[in-house]
C-alpha cells in the first residue's frame, strides 16, 4: 500500500512541477493560458514566453534531474552505501573542470564547445580513477581513487578561478557555471542534452536486477550467474554519461543524485526494478521545483545553490541516522 501511495505521488508530483514550471517566474501565467501556448495559440506575448522559453528550461531541467537521480541509484548500489553521489568517481568535478578550462582560455564562445569539454573532462576523470585503481578496477579502489581525485580536480579548477580573477565578467560566468542553473537554456540545449540522458536512462533500466544482485556484493551477484566485471563496467559509463550530459547543460547541481535515491529507498525497499524509474520521476520533479524557487525567491539564487540548502541538511541527518 504504502509503495503504491509513493508511486501515485511522484506520478502526480512531475506534471505538477512540470506545469509549476512552465507558469510560475517573473510573468505568471494561468494554466489555461499555458494550454494554450504550448499549442500556439492565445496571447503572444504567452506563447514566446512558454515556448521559447521555459518549456526548452523545463525540459533540460527534468532530463537533468532524472539523469542525476539514476546516476545516485547507481552509485549507491555499486558502493553499497547510502551517501554515495554520482560526484563520487570525480566525474562533476572533471566536468566543472573541462567546462571551467574552455571558458578560461576564452574558447567557451561556441554553444557546443563547454557542454562537449565538460563531457570530455567527466569522462576523461572516469578514466583517471579506473587506471589509478588498477587490479581490474576493484569497487575500494575505484573509491578511494575518486575521492583522491576529486579533490585535485577542485584545486585546479580554484586555480582556473583564482588566475582569472580579475576578468570580472569571465570570473562570474564561471561562477554561474559552477553554482548551476537553468537559465537561458534553449532549443539547442534540448538537442545536446535529452536525446542521451533518454538513450543512457533506457539503457540502465534493465540493469535494475543485477544491481539488486550486486549490491548483495561482488561474489554473491557472481555465483547467482551475474558477469560482474562486465556489468561493473556498464554501469560505470552509463552513470558516468548521465552525470557528464545532466553537468553539460546545467552546470554542476548537487545533492539530487544523493537525496532522491535514499528517500525513495526508504519508501520503495531496495528493489532496483522499482526504484530505478522512481528515482528518475523524483529527480526530475525535484530539480523542476528547485528551479521553480529560484525564481520566486529573492536575491536570484542558482539551482545548484538551491539544491545544496535542500541537500544539505538532509545529508547532515543521514550522517547522523547512519552513525
Given at each position: 500500500?504504502?509503495?503504491?501511495?509513493?508511486?501515485?505521488?511522484?506520478?502526480?508530483l512531475l506534471p505538477a512541477a512540470f506545469?509549476?514550471?512552465?507558469?510560475?517566474?517573473?510573468?505568471?501565467?494561468?494554466l489555461t493560458d499555458v494550454a494554450q501556448a504550448l499549442r500556439g495559440r492565445g496571447d503572444p506575448i504567452a506563447v514566446t514566453i512558454v515556448r521559447d522559453f521555459r518549456l526548452p528550461r523545463s525540459l533540460v531541467g527534468a532530463a537533468v534531474g532524472a539523469a542525476l537521480a539514476a546516476s545516485g541509484v547507481v552509485m549507491q548500489a555499486f558502493f553499497r552505501n547510502a551517501l554515495a553521489s554520482p560526484?563520487?568517481?570525480?566525474?562533476?568535478?572533471?566536468?566543472?573542470?573541462?567546462?571551467?578550462?574552455?571558458?578560461?582560455?576564452?574558447?567557451?564562445?561556441?554553444?557546443?564547445?563547454?557542454?562537449?569539454?565538460?563531457?570530455?573532462?567527466?569522462f576523461a576523470a572516469t578514466a583517471a580513477v579506473v587506471v589509478l585503481a588498477r587490479r581490474g578496477a576493484a569497487t575500494e579502489r575505484l573509491l578511494l581513487s575518486g575521492i583522491a581525485l576529486n579533490a585535485l580536480l577542485?584545486?585546479?579548477?580554484?586555480?582556473?578561478?583564482?588566475?582569472?580573477?580579475?576578468?570580472?565578467?569571465?570570473?562570474?560566468?564561471?561562477?554561474?557555471?559552477?553554482?548551476g542553473g537553468l537559465e537561458s537554456r534553449t532549443a539547442e540545449h534540448v538537442i545536446i542534452g535529452i536525446p542521451s540522458i533518454v538513450v543512457a536512462c533506457v539503457l540502465l533500466l534493465p540493469l535494475g536486477r543485477d544491481l539488486n544482485l550486486i549490491s548483495l556484493g561482488e561474489q554473491s551477484a557472481q555465483s547467482l550467474g551475474v558477469d560482474v566485471r562486465r556489468v561493473r563496467w556498464r554501469?560505470?559509463?552509463?552513470?558516468?554519461?548521465?552525470?557528464?550530459?545532466?553537468?553539460?547543460?546545467?552546470?554542476?547541481?548537487?545533492?539530487?543524485?544523493?537525496?532522491?535515491?535514499?528517500?525513495?529507498?526508504?519508501?520503495?525497499?531496495?528493489?532496483h526494478r522499482r526504484l530505478l524509474p522512481a528515482s528518475?520521476?523524483?529527480?526530475?520533479?525535484?530539480?523542476?521545483?528547485?528551479?521553480?524557487?529560484?525564481?520566486?525567491?529573492?536575491?536570484?539564487?542558482?539551482l545548484g545553490v538551491i539544491t545544496a540548502l535542500v541537500g544539505g541538511p538532509f545529508f547532515l541527518w543521514m550522517l547522523r541516522t547512519l552513525a
Open positions: 500500500m504504502k509503495r503504491r501511495l509513493v508511486t501515485w505521488l511522484l506520478v502526480s506545469l509549476a514550471s512552465l507558469a510560475l517566474g517573473e510573468v505568471r501565467l494561468p560526484g563520487l568517481l570525480g566525474v562533476s568535478s572533471g566536468a566543472a573542470l573541462g567546462a571551467v578550462s574552455v571558458l578560461a582560455f576564452g574558447i567557451g564562445h561556441a554553444l557546443w564547445t563547454v557542454p562537449l569539454a565538460a563531457i570530455a573532462g567527466a577542485d584545486a585546479g579548477t580554484a586555480f582556473m578561478l583564482s588566475a582569472n580573477a580579475g576578468r570580472l565578467e569571465l570570473s562570474g560566468q564561471i561562477l554561474f557555471w559552477l553554482m554501469l560505470v559509463v552509463l552513470s558516468t554519461l548521465l552525470t557528464a550530459l545532466a553537468t553539460s547543460v546545467a552546470g554542476v547541481v548537487g545533492f539530487v543524485g544523493l537525496v532522491v535515491p535514499h528517500l525513495l529507498r526508504l519508501s520503495l525497499g531496495p528493489d528518475m520521476m523524483g529527480g526530475a520533479a525535484l530539480t523542476l521545483a528547485c528551479d521553480v524557487a529560484t525564481r520566486l525567491l529573492p536575491g536570484g539564487l542558482r
